[in-house]
T-cell receptor, first 114, second 114 residues
Framework: DAGITQSPRHKVTETGTPVTLRCHQTENHRYMYWYRQDPGHGLRLIHYSYGVKDTDKGEVSDGYSVSRSKTEDFLLTLESATSSQTSVYFC?????????????FGPGTRLTVL | GENVEQHPSTLSVQEGDSAVIKCTYSDSASNYFPWYKQELGKRPQLIIDIRSNVGEKKDQRIAVTLNKTAKHFSLHITETQPEDSAVYFCAGIAGGTSYGKLTFGQGTILTVHP
C-alpha cells in the first residue's frame, strides 16, 4: 500500500467549521495529490504537490487549500466546510521520479458536513 | 484540459465470459492511461496502465488496448471471476504536464455472476 496513511478516516462536522485532513507517506516521494470521490463523478483532483512548499490547483480547488511543509505530509484544509464538500477524500502519491504519472492511493477519509 | 468518457456505466457478465470497458479522451497529446479497480469501501488500486508509445499491454487475464487515432482505449478482462466484481475507472493525463494531473472517467460497475 505504498506506505500511505490518512487521518482521520471518518469525520462528521458542521457547516462553517474548518477541517484539516492529513496524508502521510513514509517513502519520501516527491509527488502527492488530493482527490474527492462522489457518486457519478469518479475521482476529481483538488490540489497536488510536486515538492515541499510546491503546490498547485486541480480541477475542483474552490473552497480548499493545501500545505506541504515536510516531504512526508500533505494537508488538505476546508476553511469553512459546506454540505457540498461531503465526500470521500483520497490522497495519492507517485512512487517513482521517472514515472510521476503512476499514482497509488491512500485508504481514504469519509467526511460528512451537516 | 483533458476530458475522459467511460462506457458502459454498468456491466453484468457470467463467470468465464469476457468483459470490455471503453474510454474516450479529448486531448490528442495525452500520453498515459491507467486503469483502477475499486472494491466497495476500499481505495482505488492500479491494475494496469499503458503509455502512448504502445498499442497493447497484457497482464495475465487483463489487457489494455490504445487507439491513438480514434482517441480511445479499452480494458479487456478474460475468463472473468466473481472476485473481478468491482468498480473500474479509466483515466488520462493531459499532454505537456509531468505532474500527474489525471482526469478520471465516471466508472463502470462490473458484476460477475457465478
Amino acid at each position: 500500500d505504498a506506505g500511505i496513511t490518512q487521518s482521520p478516516r471518518h469525520k462528521v462536522t458542521e457547516t462553517g467549521t474548518p477541517v484539516t485532513l492529513r496524508c502521510h507517506q513514509t517513502e519520501n516521494h516527491r509527488y502527492m495529490y488530493w482527490y474527492r470521490q462522489d457518486p457519478g463523478h469518479g475521482l476529481r483532483l483538488i490540489h497536488y504537490s510536486y515538492g515541499v512548499k510546491d503546490t498547485d490547483k486541480g480541477e475542483v480547488s474552490d473552497g480548499y487549500s493545501v500545505s506541504r511543509s515536510k516531504t512526508e505530509d500533505f494537508l488538505l484544509t476546508l476553511e469553512s466546510a459546506t454540505s457540498s464538500q461531503t465526500s470521500v477524500y483520497f490522497c495519492a502519491i507517485s512512487e517513482s521520479e521517472a514515472l510521476p504519472n503512476e499514482q497509488f492511493f491512500g485508504p481514504g477519509t469519509r467526511l460528512t458536513v451537516l | 484540459g483533458e476530458n475522459v468518457e467511460q462506457h458502459p456505466s454498468t456491466l453484468s457478465v457470467q463467470e468465464g465470459d469476457s468483459a470490455v470497458i471503453k474510454c474516450t479522451y479529448s486531448d490528442s497529446a495525452s500520453n498515459y492511461f491507467p486503469w483502477y479497480k475499486q472494491e466497495l469501501g476500499k481505495r482505488p488500486q492500479l491494475i494496469i496502465d499503458i503509455r502512448s508509445n504502445v498499442g497493447e499491454k497484457k497482464d495475465q487475464r487483463i489487457a489494455v488496448t490504445l487507439n491513438k487515432t480514434a482517441k480511445h482505449f479499452s480494458l479487456h478482462i478474460t475468463e472473468t471471476q466473481p472476485e473481478d466484481s468491482a468498480v473500474y475507472f479509466c483515466a488520462g493525463i493531459a499532454g505537456g504536464t509531468s505532474y500527474g494531473k489525471l482526469t478520471f472517467g465516471q466508472g463502470t460497475i462490473l458484476t460477475v455472476h457465478p
